[in-house]
């Protein structure tokens, strides 16, 4: 009975329910366990899509890093982090290179917390002035969660319709 709903259910019948990936704790390069992950509860913790310039220098600031590299390159923890934001925000060559730097002892840490604020808000900013302009404009968010409530209420008609005809209740 440890097995999530859909799992159980697609072992009945030929069902195909989508069974979401679960998160995988793992180890920093000095083999500590992480399991804290940044979390919307920690407002230090992300970075939020109204967040200033200046707050996000200050958030990747707080980043935490080792104090040279390693010959491991870590798959979480705070060097994880810069490495993954700089593929997202800057480019995956970029990536590359810090990774190569760290593995080679030679990561400049201060260089790509430099670096990856400006691009982070680069990248943010135009959704932030669309979020200001729906501020000021209440009824076109309005419309659009009506809209928007519809549509999912036509999809939950058609998604309980499926299950109900897959467990024969039809």
Not at 82 to 108: C, H, M, N, Q, W
Request: aromatic fraction near 8%; proline fraction near 6%.
């Amino acid at each position: 009975l440890d097995l999530p709903l859909p799992q159980r259910f697609n072992g009945l019948e030929e069902n195909d329910l989508v069974i979401p990936d679960l998160y995988e704790v793992g180890v920093d390069n000095e083999g500590k366990k992480i399991s804290k992950k940044m979390s919307k509860d920690n407002p230090n913790g992300a970075i939020f899509l109204m967040d200033s310039l200046e707050v996000i220098r200050k958030k990747i600031a707080k980043v935490p890093t080792s104090s040279k590299g390693g010959a491991i390159f870590p798959q979480v923890g705070g060097v994880y982090t810069l490495y993954i934001l700089t593929k997202l925000f800057i480019s995956p060559e970029r990536a590359e290179k810090f990774k190569r730097d760290y593995l080679a002892g030679t990561v400049k840490y201060a260089e790509i917390k430099q670096e990856l604020p400006l691009f982070i808000y680069k990248y943010l900013k135009p959704i932030q002035k669309k979020r200001n302009e729906y501020e000021k404009n209440p009824q076109i968010v309005k419309r659009i969660l009506i809209e928007g409530a519809k549509k999912a209420g036509r999809i939950a008609e058609e998604t309980m319709e499926e299950i109900k005809a897959a467990m024969g209740l039809e």
